[in-house]
């Protein structure tokens, strides 16, 4: 194995010269036992990440102002944190870059531990060869705890991140992903927020490291985190107040990723990332939702910086659960059944009469059995901790996803007799979509909603449209009022019609949809929503 040189740069924070040594040689010999992976199977590049050697200096990608003013912070004995890194499946060389930066780019006084939990990885042995060199170079030469541990089956994130925040023994506990990069200076910011309110919690500004080059690029301070109601995640526009400045910390309604940080008692009292979510997926939606109903706060921290591989697709498999199977069909994946479930758990839990939306946009859940044992602890805990409803959430935390629901007439599936209303990619992207009715419980049924314009989107923000030769198309939705026309629909009934042309959607043969003169009895122009607003009736 050739290392880069120029790879160790000088040591910042004091640790034995001889660590730099010691650690080639761990690094040498981590990543030489690698097993052989086929090509794709991380969704990064194995090769670049073997390349790049255990430590790479990174772009400074805060504010200038972040590294010249001093930061207010609790005495380090008040302030020990302990990291708790779950992985499944992670390249070595990924996974050791994740804590030699930690390692390095940590102030040794505050770094108190590292929880590493392997969730039943497929290459067996790297817990215990991280174990015996990490162990070696650090534990002797640092007052730095190490914690390794093994789940017997895979558990998935949510579980073994409780299980490593039971064990933590550190005032704080960061939480972060097994293929990230900390960059300089990313602690203190955190700490700084962290100590004001014992009730925050905050994620750093997370850097974007590409999959497919491993380049190290700024992430973008102007987006929050959010999410819709579907429950699926998604970055919000952040808007600056009269003089704040763009590094400043800002509140956000969930986090911007898996990488957070939170005082331990707090996490504690909030009893853990709820243990009945499976796998993976929602957790941090649902940590978030909790937090701010239950008296606490996010903030992203411009000024610390993470960098996190944003891959595009899972690079796990999702094991299928028994009481999946009903659910398991050829239609839907277990990853989908999964996200299903836990989304149903949030819905259920902190959602209050508006999981109505949620079941509107994802029918599906509705038939998912839940384990409802755990309903009267959540109810005795949103009691003991005076939670506010989910109202207070849309009006104090997240105005997008009111404002989403108060320009809304209607929403979710539009159904014509057994069928719905589907917008089909065609293999040809080049084609756009094609629209016709397809069974309402096929796994991608388009979910409608007709907004106070008078538009009809998908949840892609496409427009059902007419265009030339009034046939029926779907445009990105337009934005201006002259534009809109084209784009426009009332109701009459059940009857969806054109303005413009005063012509009704129609379902005249088989799947087909296209636009008819309005006839007010007729069946074939009936379509009706998953979900009407109250404000319709
Ligand atoms: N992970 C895990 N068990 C699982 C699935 C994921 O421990 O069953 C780990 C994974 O290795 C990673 C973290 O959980 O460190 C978050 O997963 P991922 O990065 O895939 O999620 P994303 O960042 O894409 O949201
Ligand atoms: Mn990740």
Redesign the pocket.
């Known amino acids: 194995m050739i290392l880069k040189s120029g790879i160790f740069e000088p040591n910042k924070h004091g640790y034995n010269e001889n660590v730099d040594v010691d650690l080639l040689n761990a690094w040498n010999a981590i990543v030489s036992h690698s097993p052989q992976y086929p090509e794709g199977f991380f969704q990064y590049s194995l090769h670049i990440s073997d390349s790049l050697g255990a430590f790479r200096g990174l772009p400074t990608t805060s504010h200038e102002s972040c590294n010249f003013r001093s930061y207010t912070l609790p005495e380090s004995s008040q302030a020990k944190v302990s990291v708790v890194?779950?992985?499944?499946?992670?390249a070595r060389s990924m996974l050791l870059r994740t804590i030699v930066s930690l390692i390095r780019r940590t102030p040794e006084e505050y770094l108190h531990e590292l929880i590493i939990?392997d969730?039943k990885s497929q290459d067996a042995t790297l817990l215990d060869d991280l174990k015996r060199w990490l162990g070696r170079v650090f534990a002797t030469q640092s007052r730095l705890g190490l914690i390794f541990l093994t789940n017997q089956e895979?558990?998935?994130?949510i579980w073994?991140r409780n299980r490593g925040a039971i064990l933590a023994s550190g005032h704080y506990i960061l939480f972060l992903?097994?293929?990230c990069e900390v960059n300089d200076g990313w602690l203190k910011p955190l700490l700084e927020r962290l100590a004001l309110n014992p009730h925050m919690a905050v994620s750093p500004l997370l850097d974007l490291i590409d999959p497919e080059t491993l380049s190290y690029r700024r992430g973008n301070e102007m987006l929050k985190g959010g999410f819709d109601w579907s429950l699926h995640f998604h970055w919000l526009k952040r808007r600056l107040g009269r003089k704040e400045r763009p590094e400043a910390p800002y509140k956000s309604p969930s986090f911007s990723?898996?990488v957070l940080m939170i005082s331990r008692e707090w996490f504690l009292k909030l009893k853990f990332f709820n243990p009945n979510l499976k796998?993976?997926g929602g957790e941090s939606i649902e940590l978030a939702i909790k937090l701010w109903l239950c008296g606490g706060q996010i903030e992203i921290v411009p000024c610390s910086r993470i960098g996190?591989?944003?891959?595009r697709f899972?690079?796990?498999e999702f094991p299928s659960e028994r009481d999946f199977t009903e659910l398991n069909s050829p239609e839907r994946s277990s990853a989908q059944s999964t996200y299903l479930h836990n989304s149903k758990i949030i819905a259920e839990s902190w959602l209050d009469e508006y999981k109505n939306m949620f079941y509107a946009l994802k029918p599906a859940a509705k038939g998912i059995p839940l384990n409802d044992t755990t309903t009267e602890e959540l109810q005795q805990f949103k009691h003991e901790r005076d939670c506010h409803r989910f109202q207070w959430y849309l009006w104090n935390v997240s105005p997008e996803l009111r404002f989403n629901l108060e320009k809304l007439s209607a929403t979710g599936t539009l159904q014509n007799e057994d069928r719905c209303l589907y917008a089909r990619n065609q293999k040809d992207s080049k084609k756009g979509r094609q629209l016709i009715l397809n069974s309402c419980y096929s796994k991608d049924i388009t979910q409608w909603s007709l907004w106070s314009t008078g538009q009809l989107s998908t949840q892609r923000e496409l427009c059902l449209g007419v265009g030339l030769g009034r046939r029926l198309s779907l445009e990105p939705c337009a934005r201006t009022e002259t534009l809109r026309q084209a784009q426009q629909w009332v109701r009459t009934g059940t009857h969806l019609m054109h303005t413009a042309t005063h012509l009704c959607l129609d379902n005249p043969i088989k799947d087909q949809l296209e636009l008819n003169p309005c006839r007010s009895q007729a069946v074939s122009q009936s379509f009706q929503f998953a979900l009407e607003m109250e404000r319709q009736t």
């Open positions: 890194i779950s992985f499944h499946n992670e939990v969730d895979r558990r998935g994130l073994s992903d097994s293929h990723g898996g796998i993976w996190h591989i944003f891959r899972h690079a796990f």
